[in-house]
């Protein structure tokens, strides 16, 4: 994009790098001087920092977001994101050492080109890529098989687990039903059990008075 644009990308990594000791001040001013900076990935924006003592290296991980926030403020589209702390080694005086990979680049601000036209070919691709659809990748047949796999499955489903009978809203719950049921039982051995009771005694009574009846023969 920036290429069809004209534009040629500024190469912040050596610049990161060279103003390391203003950015470090800037952030964290009892570390200057105890720490440099030995290589920033443009593509990543990771700045890999060497620390002179295990100390200044955790009081860098405690000052992370400051120290990133302070290298994007001074190098305009650093773009900053990550600092990786290296295991401490000896801080020697001077500028920090080019980085073997990526090699280190002269900050270099963004220049105004002459924009060259695309060619016929390239405009009729792009265009051509637009409007093309992506193919469908599914072969017709698979999918119909799906289909009809899927159906039978919903069937053997069906069959398995069969819904319930549909129950009026105004028809009592089975639960309830079985309530009246055994109610009803209930009332009815009661009432069978009241009516023979009531032949019981009156069968007793009836032959009390027999006995009484022939007992008052007797003795007439």
């Known amino acids: 994009m920036m290429t069809e644009r004209g534009m040629v990308a500024p190469a912040v990594g050596g610049t990161v790098l060279a103003n390391f000791d203003a950015i470090l001040a800037a ?12 290589a920033f990935d443009a593509d990543t924006g ?23 926030a302070a290298a994007n403020a001074a190098v305009s ?53 637009r409007q093309a659809a992506p193919p ?12 009809r ?7 053997l489903a069906r069959r398995a687990f069969p819904e319930p009978p549909t129950v009026p809203d ?18 009815a051995t009661e009432a069978a059990a009241l009516r023979r009771a009531r032949a019981e005694r009156s069968g007793a009574a009836v032959a009390v008075a027999s006995r009484t009846r022939q007992v008052a023969g007797e003795v007439a």
């Open 27 to 38: 952030a964290v001013p009892g570390l200057s001087g105890r720490v440099k900076a030995v």
């Open 46 to 68: 990771r700045l890999d920092v060497v620390p002179d003592v295990p100390a200044c290296g955790t009081q860098l991980r405690w000052s992370t977001p400051k120290l990133i």
């Open 77 to 129: 589209g650093a773009n900053v994101r990550a600092l990786h702390v290296l295991a401490p080694a000896p801080v020697k005086g001077g500028p920090a050492p080019a980085p073997s990979a990526p090699a280190p680049q002269s900050a270099a601000p963004a220049v105004r080109v002459e924009r060259r036209t695309p060619p016929d070919g390239y405009r009729r691709a792009i265009e051509a890529h």
């Open 136 to 147: 469908s990748r599914v072969d017709p047949g698979i999918a119909a098989a799906v289909e």
């Open 149 to 155: 796999q899927t159906a039978a499955m919903r069937e």
């Open 170 to 187: 105004d028809a009592p719950a089975p639960i309830d039903q079985a309530r009246v049921q055994r109610r009803r039982q209930a009332a």
